[in-house]
């Protein structure tokens, strides 16, 4: 049986909750076949003193072209890739070998505060990899940095976000808002249209790996053939059921559940 395949390009999270374990989570959940190449390793803790541990890029290379020569890729994302070097090679990858569905997350600031993106690689992001991306998928603090401006707050600073993100370079671009005044909002724009996306706001903290999945689910659909926007719908759909069930563990900030779109029938 023919199966969709989905690449995920990102960082290692030890907890389980975000990056390559959320991604490929979100993928078997969505009926895709997923595989990785492993920028890092993310272990924040109270006990060691280093918390990322970034692969060499002959590593990062070796696995993209396993999946690339033994399994095929349907549709990527991006996720965390911290530093300049390893942006330039995954650049150079993807120049290489263009992918038809990529979706970039432009990871830069963890759950738990700590910085997932090299200052000195924020331009390379916005100069050579946005540019070949179908949507981006920033947050609201992500969308500013790379705007550089203080901040992002009202929908209608999203909206013109969106608007200004797009030039950049990719065929679209998703702001996740996160709780407004009355609801979670996030921001759609594909050049012509700007779209609202509003799901009631869940009161809990515990959202890690939220980001992740919702951009997995993105890239899932798009492998699978699914037309962007409708794409976009059932990432925002899916993340509102994964953040409703949310996972506590009692010590910090607990994973989004990505079983959670079980409760609901799209």
Known sequence: MAIARALTIAGAAAQGSAGIQADLKTFQERNVYGMCTITAIVANNPVTERGIFLHPVEQIKAQFYTSLTNV???????????????????????????IQNLVVDP??????????????????????????????????????????????????ELKQAAVELYKLGCQAVLIKGGPMS????????????????????????????????????????????????ESVYIGKEFVYEAIKSAISFDNGIGSVNHGGHRNRIY
Request: net charge negative.
């Open 72 to 98: 095929g890729i349907d549709a990527a994302k991006t996720g965390m890739l911290f530093s300049k070097d390893i942006i330039e090679l995954v650049v150079s990858l993807l120049k290489e070998h263009p």
């Open 107 to 156: 990871v830069m600031i963890g759950k738990m505060g700590s910085q997932l993106l090299a200052d000195e690689a924020i331009e390379i992001v916005k100069s050579e990899l946005i540019p070949l991306a179908t949507i981006i998928t920033p947050n609201k603090y992500e969308a500013a940095r790379l705007l550089n401006v203080e901040t992002i707050e009202t929908i209608a």
């Open 182 to 229: 009355e609801t979670a909002t996030d921001i759609f724009y594909d050049g012509n249209e700007i779209v609202e996306l509003n799901s009631s706001k869940v009161d809990t903290i515990h959202t890690s790996g939220a980001g992740c999945t919702y951009s997995a689910v993105i890239t899932a659909e798009l492998a699978k053939g699914t037309p962007l926007r």
